[in-house]
């Protein structure tokens, strides 16, 4: 495997896939360096494949009925985000723009489809990336309804660092993301880097000790990982 591909080992999807499988999806994808703010697909657009991070970070983002899109999650490097048009269901419910200079692996509906004639198994691997998208989103719920803010910070990090230990976003994107306001998450983002769990930056947040980060998150994470 190409040195550049090697970051989607951290992906647990990716990882459990057959090295054919891989080998083949990798030859078919195409690479390229997006800029700080570009649009990788928008809302109601088509299913077009599947796309993943090699370097950098993506914004995901969702228009609620108020018209006012809102962060939804952020992919880091190793990241597998995107859906085959095989499956149907309608556009794109989110937009995909790059938080940064971002290199992005995409592999074209019509790539899958010529994989899928040499490896008709294919869409059943698919099938459970796409329960693992599914899951990703309740998870995100679950830590929204339940989770006092304390915790809910702990396991929202855990989650976006799952396949980086460093995560680009600011803190007003994470109390986003977590639904708090920007001075609660700033406290317990200090307390967090004080105990040397995470080192805070001005636009990023690195995971130090990710077993205490898991332990601050509750048994509830441990159930979802």
Known sequence: MNGKFLVLQRNPWFARQPPRLRDALLERSRVSRIETGRWIYGTGDALNGLYGVLEGSVQLLMTPGDGEPRLLDIAPAGQLFGQAAHFGGGPRLVTAIAGEPTLLLH????????????????????????????????????????????????????????????????QSQLAELCGLSRKTVNGHLRKLAREKIIAVNYHSVTVLHREKLHARAGGILRAML
Request: glycine share 2%.
């Open 107 to 170: 592999v074209p509906d019509y790539a899958l489809a010529e994989v899928a004639r040499s490896e008709p198994t294919i869409w059943r691997n698919f099938t459970a990336l796409l329960y693992a998208q599914l899951a990703g989103a309740l998870q995100l719920v679950t830590l929204l309804i339940h989770l006092p803010p304390p915790e809910r910070i702990a396991a929202r990090l855990a989650l976006l660092t799952l396949t980086s230990d460093t995560i680009s976003l600011t």
